[in-house]
């Protein structure tokens, strides 16, 4: 095994040679012993120190193995990020292969997947990654050649030399490439140039899923591990004893391991330990608040009416302009609890020996899966490996690192190897919820039916902020007030898809569409309105791009034909979220008395669009999303347990309640900013607005099938 | 315990299990076959969709002293270089986002595709419904169980 040397300069790339005819370029390499580049034969690995977390190695054959740093969930990230390096190494994206690299916290930075954040994160460093990379191996040839360097071009893999000729394929000049000093800045390409970028590249581990690989967390198997399940204490409850005697008793249970408010199963197999689970008698007593959804219902109403609140964005005078105002709009909206539901439940493989631990599952934070493990064990972060696989969705939920905590408990406590699986039932009552929520929002306008007073209050269960005070309208209104109130529940909450703007834009988008009809104006001219009042003469500070939220809502406007059909009943919503602009339209068609919700049109400003199959997914998955939970999907709790433990009661959109989708994308000429998120927050918001203007009722609470306003609704989704 | 001789993708297997062990957990704990997903456990999301005999199958709920002599087929063993139909079908409309569901998609619309060789839209669309993609790919599902209908 070869050990790979430390790089001590910093702005500085410089290439190894290779003895096992591997060329090996990374980034910010200060401590290099990844088994997976040992396993490469890397003789040196450079360095440069920039922040950069992308590398690639190119073999003398002409393939190029390029490494993806984050966790892929679906995002389709495993496939876009390569894309982006092989663009600027003009690479033959037939001879690139990707492999998942681990957690290196040294090699990558930013090795996780949520908020949207990594492509915009790493465009600039993966192109460099591959312009650098390029740029070596053409002085490389240029020298082999003795020709000068400019009157070389590269395409797919083959550098060539026309005036003399000459050409070759990457893989000829590894050897020479790796003598030479490349240069601290590169020359990136012209975003007109590019071949790859802007393609519709297909999924990376296509073959590998369609064919029943081993690819997911779930799927990891070592000989002689163990396997355990998990049975939690329900939220705000401790242990007070357990009886584990039936449990053991079961074929194939070796293991009944306490720790915390747990107490776990363990045993040779999965099924024996499903059935041991459920034979274990644990009695618990109250620590803290024990809650059912009742007292949310009475907690929201107490703190709504709370004269204590965050001030997060005070702008003019409210209260004078309320006093005076023409005409007063008033409402409140809410949303439940929900789960993440990933189809992959949790799990994770842990393996303690002594002072160290091997962690292999799927997570969206693979560094919060190290440092929770160090702490538990008490041993610094660098005894820890993190090895991820692909995960079966996330939706924020594996940004918590408590399945993998659990492993590592077990692990340790058995002195053995284990996977831990949750099954559904523990993956809806086991807790880290996106938070229920409630809003009350009031509209002061004028005479004139200009809005000159807006206020939200957002009251949330565990959600910290609730509002996005900068964000629009604000802005686009003289007197704002914006408050925010946290209760500390005992239920547990964490991100999930869109964090907070999930339910807020449907929230707000359903509310300026009420405003707009007391101030007898068309919702999208409403809305433009205020945008050009916005960027015309500011007020305060502004969170988004004005323009191209006007971008999208002309867009979305024009694409749906908006207004135009008077049997068509349509809903607009338009929102901003992890840099992105995301505008909607529902349509619903009145068919014999029932409403038929036909199409969801979005336009999407993600700057430059990185791979356009991804992008689409990304969007109809987001709207796909938005409206299956918006219509469907509830979280009820009873003394600190969900009513809702599977598919039968948490319901789930299944594919004959989708619309058709249609999706455009308006080239602003930015970088490509995330995809993963911004698609989900404006669709509730467009649905219920067509609901409205189909139907005249107006649902201000989720899951909608579940309003008393929806009850004799017969809605029908139906594509055209 | 007891032993069963299974008939699994056209070979023999032998387990030594409990007589209420799901097929799921036989073929993914036992036999190392994990293409099959767990998801639900309940029949109720097609995650772990097998062919009995042919018929879309949710393996979660299926004891293994039920599945006698009938031929178990898995994703493993749909084809044998991956290019039934409907994985050619798949694989051209690039359906997966992340993926773990479409295993079991792929079986119910190969076993739906058997019996119902030229369906409808709407057709296909009934078919589906029974298995859940929380990514939200139904669009493309709907696509490639269309596509492979017109290129078997």
């Known amino acids: 095994m070869k050990t790979i040397s430390r790089a001590s300069r910093r702005d500085f790339l410089k290439i190894a040679g290779t003895t096992a005819g591997g060329l090996f370029i990374g980034f910010n390499w200060f401590s290099c012993d990844s088994p997976k580049i040992e396993a490469l034969s890397t003789d040196e690995i450079l360095a440069q120190a920039k922040s950069f977390n992308a590398y ?116 000829e000049f590894v050897a020479e490439a790796a003598t030479i000093q490349a240069p601290d800045e590169v020359t990136l390409k012209d975003k007109k140039d590019f071949k790859i970028i802007g393609t519709p590249v297909k999924n990376v581990d296509a073959k590998e899923m369609y064919t029943g690989k081993p690819l997911f967390g779930l799927d990891f198997y070592r000989e002689g591990m163990k396997q355990a399940m998990v049975q939690r204490a329900p939220f705000g409850m401790k242990i007070k004893s357990v009886d584990d005697a039936a449990a053991r008793a079961v074929s194939g249970i070796t293991d009944v391991v306490t720790f915390g408010t747990s107490v776990a199963v363990v045993g040779e197999s999965t099924w024996p330990l499903m ?58 909206y809410q949303c439940p609890f929900l789960a993440h539901s990933p189809m992959e439940p949790e799990n994770f493989f842990a393996h303690v020996q002594g ?119 604000s802005g686009a209104v003289d007197n704002v007030l914006i408050e925010s109130v946290n209760y500390e529940s005992s239920i547990t909450t964490n991100a999930w898809r869109a964090p907070i703007t999930n339910f807020l834009a449907y929230a707000e988008q359903s509310f300026l569409d009420e405003v707009a009809l007391e101030a007898g104006k068309d919702p999208v001219e409403f809305r433009l309105e205020l945008l050009n009042r916005a960027k015309t003469n500011p007020v305060g500070e502004l969170g988004y791009d004005v323009d191209r939220m006007i971008g999208v809502v002309k867009m979305a406007a024009e694409k749906s034909n908006w207004g135009k059909d008077p049997n068509v009943k349509q809903g607009f919503s338009v929102y901003f979220s992890h840099r992105s602009y995301v505008a909607q339209v529902a349509n619903i068609e009145m068919q014999s008395g029932t409403p038929v919700l036909k199409k969801i049109t979005a336009v999407t400003d993600c700057g430059m669009v990185v791979n356009p199959t991804g992008a689409n997914h990304q969007v109809r998955g987001g709207i796909v999303d938005g409206m299956g939970h918006a219509m469907y999907t509830n979280l009820t709790f009873e003394n600190g347990v969900p009513k809702q433990r599977n598919f039968d009661s948490y319901r789930l959109i299944r594919l004959k309640e989708v619309p058709e989708i249609e999706t455009h994308f308006l080239d602003s000429g930015f970088d490509p900013t995330g995809l993963g998120e911004p698609a989900l927050p404006p669709t509730g918001g467009a649905i219920a607005n067509a609901i409205f203007s189909a139907t005249g009722r107006r649902l201000r609470s989720q899951p909608f099938i579940e309003q008393k306003e929806f009850s004799d609704i017969k809605l029908e989704i139906r594509r055209a | 315990m007891a032993n069963y001789n299974l008939k699994i993708n056209g070979k023999s297997h032998s387990v030594d299990v409990e007589d209420d062990t799901p097929l799921l957990w036989v073929l993914r704990d036992h036999l190392g076959m994990v293409g099959t997903k767990f998801s639900c456990g309940i029949a109720q999301c097609g995650a772990c969709t097998v062919h009995l005999d042919g018929k879309a199958t949710f393996s979660c709920v299926t004891p293994i002293s039920s ?86």
């Open chain 1, 56 to 171: 690639l190695s190119i073999s003398p054959t002409g393939d190029v193995v390029i490494y993806s740093p984050n966790p892929e969930l679906g995002q389709n990230i495993k496939t876009s990020f390569p894309m982006v390096v092989a663009e600027e190494l003009d690479a033959d994206w037939e001879k690139v292969r990707v492999v998942q690299a681990n957690l290196d916290t040294e090699k990558y930075d930013r090795q996780l997947t949520g908020g949207s954040g990594a492509m915009p994160h790493s465009w600039e460093r993966l192109r460099k990654a591959g312009a650098t990379a390029k740029y070596v191996l053409v002085a490389a040839a240029a020298k082999t050649w003795n020709v000068p360097a400019e009157e070389i071009s590269v395409e797919k893999g083959i550098i060539s030399h026309k005036n003399s000729g000459k050409s070759g394929h990457f893989g």
């Open chain 2, 67 to 152: 599945v006698g002599n009938s031929e178990v087929t898995t994703i493993e063993g749909l084809s044998e270089k991956g290019d039934h139909p409907v994985q050619k079908a798949w694989e051209e409309v690039d359906v997966a986002q992340c993926g773990y569901c479409q295993a079991g998609q792929i079986m119910t619309a190969a076993a739906f595709l058997e019996q119902n060789p030229s369906p409808s839209m709407e057709e296909i669309d009934n078919a589906m419904n029974r298995n859940i993609c929380r990514c939200g790919t139904y669009h493309k599902i709907r696509e490639a169980v269309a596509l492979a209908a017109k290129s078997k």
């Open chain 1, 355 to 473: 002072d160290k631990c091997e962690l292999i599952g799927p997570t969206q934070t693979p560094d919060r899966a190290r440092q929770s493990a160090a702490q538990i064990l008490g041993v610094p972060a660098e005894n820890i490996t993190v090895e991820i696989t692909r995960l079966g969705g996330g939706f924020g939920r594996r940004l918590r690192a408590d399945y993998i905590e659990e492993a590592v408990h077990i692990s340790k406590a058995i002195n053995a190897p284990v996977k831990v699986t949750w099954n559904r039932e523990d993956e809806l009552t086991g807790g880290a919820y996106r938070p229920a929520v409630r809003y009350r929002f009031e509209a002061a306008l004028n005479e004139s039916g200009e809005m000159i007073g807006y206020k939200l209050r957002g009251v949330g269960m565990n959600a910290g902020n609730s509002t996005r005070e900068n964000n629009f309208p």
């Open chain 1, 275 to 332: 059935k041991a689970k459920k034979l274990l008698k644990v009695e618990y007593e109250p620590d803290g608040t024990v809650e059912s959804s009742a007292d949310h219902d009475r907690i929201f109403a107490d703190l709504m009416a709370s004269g204590k609140a965050e001030v997060r964005r005070k702008d003019g005078n409210v209260d004078a302009v309320f006093k005076g105002a023409a005409k007063v709009v008033t409402a409140e």
